[in-house]
């Protein structure tokens, strides 16, 4: 605190003629010679006025406005004054409550007087250094005076003006807000309610007219009104005070104005310097509404209109908080980015060259690069240093501190001098931002992100996803983060990783139900709200006494939310499509999402130890995988988008996890009914999603192929594969399969096994149950899953490979030759078998057939291994063309898109398949005669 200065009585009478006569939207610091001379003439005229000292003490306590309520004129001047004396005494009434009113607090009407230390704070604008640390221990995202107010006081300060309203609060007001967010909320005793109404400046007006002046300390002096009508000098102070007139007010505002743009020209292009001759409008959309230059680092007004950054905050400090363009109320803290697109039309401008000699065409994002060029080719010429003897010059950073200041001292008066001028003084923001510049000039980002996050209060720790990122991938459970981040906090005295509260709110923003959409139509039967995050999966059951009894735990999303988290993480990667496709990124659709459907049980998950809930010890998970996205055009459907990797589990996103065996038809049902019902009211519908600043429109196409075989037969009601139907493609029994291996085509869809379910259910013609199951094809229970017909690429090699395996075994002991073998004998084939390929093939011995034991199993090298085993050169011949065959169909069956990948081996399949039928039935019919396997 600075103790109070011995001033003469009539300084504080002159500071506030100064305050009460100066335009508030031309608001700006007296100069030194001004002051100086208005306290010369006041200390001369003091002399003669003993009563000063009261009024001008009354004065500086915030009652000045009473002067001109209790001033009357004279009887001789009344009969003298003209309309143009009335209104001057109106315009002095309204500029002396505006003001007033700035010497008040915005929300509670208080006098800054009542503080002995005078504090007081802007509405607007951000907030102190000390209530963001406040607002950040309480992990608060307010960072701005209009929303912590609006949120504290219920007062809404945005549309505010000047001439209204004060523009700044009191220091009992911003402890209440700290203390609203600090631990010892309850000493908070502000009461909502009974914030300051402010109206405009009338006859009545309650800051002018008061009796007591609004925060008047107790004691402090009141102004006499029988003095005031003895003393002579006052009405004469009034008429003699030099008032500026509105066409002085508009001929300093076009000055300064104009000053403004003059100085605009030295760092923005001018709209000449454009290569292609635009229309007027388009050339007025892409430039500044104050400096008419074209726009350089734009932002937007909540009125819509653009400016350059700069610009738009000397307009505002300068005219007031109001927009340029359209007069609209506009405040520093409103100033938002333009959409990427317009951003990227805005870089994308052609521009002349402004070096002379140089003719090049630049765009606009890469002029400054251009011009840094020339500036270092002219530097390197120009400001070479030349040693001119003497000691050679030593390094900055070799010199001792009292060196370095002498060295930089003029640098030091002309950064001091920038930001006194265009930063109000701010030398440390000027400098570090200077700092931070050169490192990223020379790609030294690790120090300058380091440097930006203590800029911005952030210290140099992770970002809250990067940290859930390290998390997840390095699958980290929670306490086990835990106890990593407290022993790096403590090994190196940072914080580096953040906290699990902060690593769970940067979760919220990539899961489901935290971006807004719409559907259109609404979707039947489900809700439109878009906060919809985790439900439990048993939410929509009707549960009665009657009904079959659903014991577990299930949790999912809603199906119409999850795909809007997919697309929103799928962003950039469409946006990138578009331009790939030279296709325009503000397209808006309708855009069609292929999306893959896959279910499956996950095994055992039983808990090992504790006393959880009664549920079963099996989990089944239902997910989807966004296989591509289209955009449809005149040559046609174009595609922007697809999947590198689909089947690989980190593009499969879980929609329904549940503790159930995937055997059991009725759990299966009840629990995935609802989305079921959801994905078909999406088929109807399209999709409203704001991505790139734009909204776009996007319809969904589903494809369920990502089903085994087991969960085939379960969500389309069939049989299990021990029934005599073996197939899911057709209706073929085993008998029909073994004596028919070649004509066979795909009979079943879910319309098919519907309509036989019904059937099934009905009985119409009223057969018995093996004439109606023969009737049905196996159908059995409701299908409740649309799938598409399709091959479980996965068992489809393991069951073959298995099949292989065993011809092989046969094939050594020549079982073609003798069939009435014992048990022994075959097992001894099989030992021979195994001991041969582990020595050949470095293939081990399995109990049980899997995958990558297959693949190895199918191939040439394996074949001619096992026909070193087989002594008949027929059968050796036999088997290699039955493997020949085998490999040149897989491709076909393994790929996404046989017609792209592997086109000849398509149209040979035909073929193929025949001839490996031949030989099944011929070659190797004593094993296939009247069975044979479902893959097969």
């Known amino acids: ?319 007031g908080c109001y927009c340029p363009s359209c007069k609209y109320p506009c405040f520093p803290t409103d100033l938002t980015a333009p959409v990427k697109s317009y951003l990227s039309v805005l870089n994308a401008l052609l521009l002349k060259c402004t070096v002379s000699g140089c003719d090049e065409e630049i765009s606009l994002g890469k002029y400054s690069h251009h011009i840094s060029k020339h500036k270092e080719t002219k530097g390197k010429e120009a400001y070479a240093h030349i040693n001119k003897g003497g000691r050679p010059r030593q390094h900055l950073l070799t010199l001792t501190r009292r060196a370095q200041k002498h060295r930089l001292r003029e640098l030091k008066m002309q950064v001091k001098a920038f930001a006194d001028k265009e930063e109000e003084g701010d030398v440390k923001s000027v400098c570090l931002t200077l700092f931070l510049l050169a490192l990223r000039a020379r790609n030294e980002h690790r120090q300058a992100d380091e440097l930006e996050a203590i800029m911005e209060g952030r210290g140099a720790g992770l970002h809250p996803a990067v940290c859930l990122a390290i998390r997840v991938n390095t699958f980290l459970s929670c306490s086990q983060y835990h106890k990593m981040y407290r022993t790096v906090k403590a090994t190196t005295g940072r914080q580096i990783f953040q906290p699990l509260h902060a690593l769970r709110n940067a979760e919220k923003a990539l899961l489901p139900g935290y971006h807004t959409f719409e559907w259109r139509p609404p979707l039947k039967s489900v809700s439109t709200r878009t906060d919809v995050g985790i439900i439990d999966g048993l939410s929509g059951l009707n549960r009665s006494v009657d009904e079959y009894p659903v014991d577990t735990i299930s949790k999912r999303f809603r199906y119409d939310v999850f795909p809007v988290s997919a697309l929103k993480d799928m962003e950039e990667d469409i946006l990138e499509g578009l331009k790939a496709q030279n296709l325009d990124d503000y397209m808006s659709g309708p855009f069609t999402v292929v999306v893959k459907e896959s279910c499956d049980g996950m095994g055992d998950v039983s808990e090992k130890h504790g006393s959880g809930p009664a549920v079963p010890e099996k989990a089944v998970r239902f997910s989807f995988t966004v296989m591509n996205i289209n955009f449809p055009n005149h040559n046609g459907p174009v595609r922007i988008f697809e999947e590198s990797k689909p089947n690989s589990e980190l593009c499969c996103k879980p929609l329904c996890l549940m503790l159930a065996d995937e055997s059991d038809h009725e759990t299966l049902t009840a629990i995935l009914s609802p989305l ?45 594969s021990g029934s005599i139907f073996i197939c899911t493609l057709c209706d073929a029994t085993r008998l029909e399969a073994s004596q028919n291996l070649v004509n066979h085509s795909i009979t079943r869809s879910h319309g098919e096994n519907l309509q036989r379910y019904e059937m099934w259910r009905s009985n119409p013609h009223h057969e018995s149950v093996d004439e109606l199951r023969d009737r049905v094809k196996g159908v059995s229970a409701k299908p409740f899953i649309e799938t598409l017909p399709s091959i479980d690429a996965l068992h489809c090699d393991i069951g073959n490979a298995a099949e292989f395996y065993r011809i092989f075994q046969l094939e050594i002991g020549e079982f073609y030759k003798n069939s009435s073998v014992t048990k022994e004998e075959k097992k001894r084939w099989q030992a021979t078998l195994d001991k041969h390929l582990r020595k050949r093939m470095n293939l081990k011995p399995i109990m049980r057939m899997n995958g990558n034991f297959a693949r190895k199993l199918m191939s040439k090298e394996t074949i001619e291994a096992v026909c070193e085993l087989v002594p008949c050169e027929e059968r050796q011949a036999a088997l290699i063309e039955l493997m020949d065959l085998y490999l040149k169909m897989k491709p076909v069956w393994r790929s996404s898109c046989p017609a792209k990948e592997c086109p000849e081996l398509l149209c040979q399949y035909s073929f193929h398949s025949q001839r490996f039928a031949e030989l099944l039935s011929t070659k190797f019919k004593y094993r296939y005669e009247g069975k044979i396997t479902n893959y097969f």
Request: glycine share 4%; with cysteine; net charge positive.
């Open 676 to 720: 079921i019902a959801e994905r078909e009211a999406m088929k109807t519908a399209e999709l409203l999603l704001e991505m790139g600043g734009i909204l776009r429109n996007f319809r969904f196409v589903f494809r369920g192929t990502g089903y085994d075989e087991k969960l085939v037969r379960e969500v389309e009601g069939l049989e299990a």
């Open 1 to 319: 605190n600075v103790p109070t200065e011995m001033h003469h009585p009539f300084t504080k009478f002159s500071e506030w003629k100064f305050k009460l006569f100066r335009v508030k939207s031309l608001e700006r610091r007296p100069s030194e010679e001004e002051t100086e001379g208005s306290e010369v003439s006041y200390n001369s005229s003091q002399e003669t006025s003993p009563e000063s000292t009261v009024v001008s003490e009354d004065l500086s306590l915030g009652s000045a406005p009473q002067l001109l309520a209790n001033f009357k004129p004279q009887e001789s001047e009344k009969s003298n004054a003209d309309d143009s004396n009335e209104t001057d005494l109106k315009r002095l009434g309204d500029e002396a409550h505006a003001t007033a009113i700035q010497q008040l607090c915005r929300i509670c009407g208080a006098s800054f007087k009542m503080d002995q230390q005078n504090r007081s704070y802007p509405v607007h604008g951000p907030v102190d250094s000390e209530t963001q640390d406040v607002l950040r221990r309480r992990e608060r995202k307010v960072t701005s005076w209009p929303e912590l107010i609006l949120k504290v006081f219920k007062t809404d300060v945005r549309a505010d003006v000047d001439t209204i309203h004060p523009t700044r609060f009191c220091h009992n007001c911003w402890t209440i807000m700290n203390q609203k967010f600090s631990h010892n909320a309850s000493e908070v005793y502000f009461p909502h309610n009974q914030a300051v109404e402010w109206t405009p400046h009338s006859a009545a007006c309650n800051v002018c007219h008061s009796s007591k002046p609004w925060g008047k300390r107790k004691g402090a002096p009141q102004l006499n009104p029988n003095k005031m009508k003895k003393r002579k000098t006052r009405p004469e102070f009034v008429k003699k005070s030099k008032t500026p007139s509105s066409h002085s007010i508009q001929w300093k505002s076009n000055k300064a104005l104009n000053q403004m743009k003059d100085s605009c020209k030295k760092i923005h292009l001018d709209t000449n310097l454009l290569v292609v001759d635009y229309p007027s409008d388009f050339v007025k959309s892409v430039s500044c509404q104050v400096c008419e230059h074209i726009l350089s680092d734009p932002v937007q007004t909540p009125c819509k209109h653009l400016f350059c950054r700069i610009c738009i905050l000397k307009y505002i400090k300068l005219m």
